[in-house]
Every structure is written in structure tokens, then in C-alpha cells.
């Protein structure tokens, strides 16, 4: 995808200035760059990956941003952040991945502030099918370390999902397409407020 196209993503997940954002596998220093512009200087923004040395040695060039940028090292399934601590959790192109959905789920909402938003975006549900032999070619070919684990996500599949989270939820289906190995598959955006406390 491009930077542009990963900009314009960013935007249609409904940032705002004065937020505090926990991007869950943010991948690059770039994408985390994009969301500091967009909560300003009012906000800040954390990122969680599960290695952090690429992005140490990233933002040791980026001195200006360091005051609201922070980086943990952690997964989705245990996020190294107290209750109700961010505005917008934001998992990009990382929900295919997670093992355990629920756990991970219930963490995100977990360090949401009441009236927080949890937004999803990836692919698309893709054919059963396409995914099993996606997953046999890229395991045959050592293709770095395939973590993917499911073959998208339909509408409904989500809202299943998130039901037992007391969220409210929308889900849209974008044109932007996403690479699944070789596979193209379109994305979607799902935004899920939290109407309560703790579930």
C-alpha cells in the first residue's frame, strides 16, 4: 500500500487533534509520524509492536516528535497499558494475525476511555479456499515467518466479534486494497465506540 493511500486510511479512521492513539502493530515510524500530525500538539501517540528495535533506532532521528511518540514493546493479546488510559485504538492490517481474537479484543477495549473508539482495519473476508493454499505456498517458500491466521473478516463475522463488548459498531467495506502475500484483497474499516466502563 501506499504512504498515501496508508495516509488517507489514518484519516478515515477519524484521528482528531487532542487524542491519545495506540496503534497496535504500527509497523513503521512513518505511520506513527502520520498520526502525531493529525492528534497535534495537544495528543500523543503510542505505539505497540512486538519488536521494538527498528523503531528505537527510528526515532532517535525523529528528536522533535519524541514528547508525544512512545513505543512499547507487547502484543494485542496483552497490552502493557493501564485501564482506561487512550482515546482511539487503532489496529491496522493486524487483526488477521492475532491467535486469540477475544483475548485481544478485550484488551484493546479494556485501555479504551468510556465513549473511546476501537478501529479495525483489514481484509476483507477472502475465499477459505484462497487463504489455505496462500498459507501452504508462503509456509513451502519460508516466506517470513507467515503469521497470517485468518482469511479476513466479513461484516457479520465482526459484529459477532465485538457484541459482548457493549460497543457500538459500524463496518464499511473500502476500495483501497490491501496485499495478502500475492493475494489483493479489498479492506474494510470498522469503528467500534464504547458506550460503558468496563464490560
Not at 5 to 26: C, H, K
Not at 33 to 56: F, H
Not at 140 to 162: A, T, V, Y
Request: charged share 25%; aromatic share 6%; with cysteine.
Amino acid at each position: 500500500m501506499s504512504e498515501e493511500g496508508s495516509q488517507d486510511l489514518l484519516q478515515q479512521a477519524g484521528i482528531t487533534e487532542g487524542q491519545a492513539v495506540l496503534d497496535i502493530g504500527f509497523g513503521s515510524i512513518e505511520e506513527l509520524l502520520a498520526i502525531s500530525a493529525l492528534v497535534g500538539k495537544k495528543g500523543s501517540v503510542i505505539g505497540l509492536e512486538k519488536n521494538l528495535e527498528p523503531a528505537r533506532q527510528a526515532l532517535t532521528s525523529v528528536k522533535e516528535a519524541l514528547t508525544k511518540i512512545s513505543v512499547l514493546e507487547g502484543s494485542a493479546e496483552q497490552i502493557p497499558l493501564p485501564d482506561e488510559s487512550v482515546d482511539l485504538v487503532l489496529c491496522k492490517s493486524v487483526l488477521h494475525e492475532i491467535r486469540d481474537l477475544n483475548r485481544a479484543i478485550g484488551e484493546m477495549v479494556r485501555v479504551l476511555v468510556p465513549h473511546g473508539a476501537l478501529v479495525i482495519i483489514d481484509f476483507q473476508l477472502i475465499p477459505r479456499a484462497h487463504f489455505f493454499f496462500y498459507r501452504i505456498v508462503a509456509t513451502l517458500s519460508q516466506r517470513r515467518l507467515c503469521q497470517d491466521r485468518h482469511p479476513g473478516f466479513s461484516c457479520e463475522e465482526i459484529e459477532k466479534l465485538l457484541s459482548s463488548y457493549h460497543l457500538e459498531v459500524s463496518y464499511r467495506e473500502l476500495d483501497t486494497i490491501g496485499r495478502l502475500g500475492w493475494l489483493e484483497v479489498p479492506l474494510f474499516l470498522a469503528r467500534a465506540t464504547k458506550k460503558r466502563g468496563k464490560p
